[in-house]
């Protein structure tokens, strides 16, 4: 093997959890499955093959937390993530379903690293535009509301890990809310959440912290 694979094969430690090798999956949308909002059979059989064929680190599909939209907006959300505006969390077979993509996984010696986002038109720091998607103009979120995000946040960490997760991510690019509150262009702000770079970050450093808080220090948050 060419020296600069030497390692590709051998296990790593990435927080709390072992992976058994330098290969993953990153995260992506397959439109397959999921049309509920939660693991079915066609999702489950997509990524386990990937864990079957080697792959050690399964990142799966990008999971959406979010607010319900706002009324008269024409925000659109495609139909793998409309769950979320229901509280996927909440479902009651939420565990039971995702218990059986995790075990399917594991069988393998896999890890599944969930990665939460949240993105929408609807909300920002400010009422500024920036999808030529959409005519919306965000609302600017209120820091009660910002506090709430992160604790939706904090919320979904607990129950991935509680069904069966080896650690989640916080999506901050791909106009993801972190990213817009990182923007000089669209944060305007000038409370504890805009100006300064130390406070254009504390919206994904409270989402880290909460998360950490909620799911535990042993758990592996990125």
Known sequence: MPEQFSRLFSPIKVGSMTVPNRIAETTHLITIGRLDGLPDDGFIAYHAQK????????????????MPKRLGSSARWVATGRATMQGLWD??????RMKRFFDAIHQYGSVAVMQLTFITTDF??????????????????????????VQIF????QRFREAGA???????????????FFSPIHNKRTDQYGGSLENRTRFAREILAAMKASAGKDFTVG
């Open 154 to 157: 904090a919320k979904a960490a």
């Open 166 to 180: 080896d650690g989640v991510e916080l999506h901050g690019s791909h106009e993801c809310m972190p990213e817009i």
């Open 91 to 96: 479902r009651p077979d939420f565990n039971e």
């Open 51 to 66: 864990a079957r064929s080697g792959v050690g680190w399964i990142g799966n599909q990008t999971w959406m937390v979010g």
């Open 124 to 149: 920002g720091p400010s009422s500024e535009p920036r999808a030529r998607s959409s005519d919306d103009i965000p609302h600017e979120m209120e820091v009660e509301e910002i506090q709430e995000m």
